[in-house]
């Protein structure tokens, strides 16, 4: 039996990143909330604090920008 990976929109990793970086809940919660594993909760954290940065450059286009912050 082959599992269907599931495939989460770019905007989907970012509402629960930020979700972890504020802390609000735990990562459990977080997990059973979304249905996603903690430790991909947790990739997504670090790599949205590794490429925070790039949202204030100024190569950065806004309609990138709009769509994390929905």
Do not use: C, G
């Not at 504020?22 to 490429?51: D, M």
């Amino acid at each position: 039996m082959d599992k269907l990976r599931r495939k989460f929109s770019s905007a989907f990793k970012a509402k629960v990143a930020l979700d972890a970086v504020q802390e609000r809940e735990t990562i459990e919660s977080l997990s059973k909330k979304h249905s996603v594993h903690p430790n991909q909760i947790l990739r997504w954290k670090k790599e949205l604090s590794e490429n925070s940065s790039k949202v204030f450059s100024s190569e950065t286009k806004p309609d990138i920008l709009y769509s994390v912050i929905k």
